[in-house]
């Protein structure tokens, strides 16, 4: 089955325009732009962000070819600019990639983390399980404080387990997606991990 939104990709040919689209908030003008023209003025009105700094993204983007004036309109005495994003999606190769998309997130993520202890009633707890495995947790000793968690596990599973869980946890973030209310971020990652595990003993 061809995939229509690669098929219309227009293919990323240097780094500046690759680390442009990994940055959230560039890569979100631009595709606001897709379906509609846009003013900065508009944008920054949607989404309640200061004009002069979504000015200089949107004239960045502009000179790197990911936005084109596409028109003008004239308001009170004054003509601003159109924009739209040069293509309906952007295919970025990895060779072009300077760093991961999610690694700006990753960071901001780790700060509203670190923000949320600071402002909670305990910490971390280190122990070993009943089997003998080491644990970490987060305790909180107040029932006060917002929904900011963060759940680390170190697993034992076949790679079919491991498939599974993947796309259980896929299933369980997508349930929520259309939802109104404030903006959470959410990430989860399943790799192999590198930490020493003890040998299951045979009875």
Known sequence: MQDRFLSSAARVRNRKSAAALADPLRRRIVLACV?????????????????KRLHYHVITLAKLGLLTVSGHRRRAGRTTKLYRASAPAFFVPVEFAVESPSATLALQMQESLVAARRRADGGFLYHLDDKGEPKMRTVAFSKSGDATAETWRVLALPE????????????????????????????????????????????
């Open 160 to 203: 079919n387990d491991a498939r599974q869980l993947s796309k259980q946890i896929a299933a369980v973030l997508n349930s929520y997606a259309g939802r109104s209310g404030g903006g959470w971020l959410v990430h989860f990652a399943l790799c192999p991990s590198k930490l020493p595990r003890a040998r299951r003993r045979t009875p």
């Open 35 to 51: 379906p509609q023209e846009r003013t900065v003025g508009g944008l920054a009105t949607a989404w309640d962000t200061d004009l």
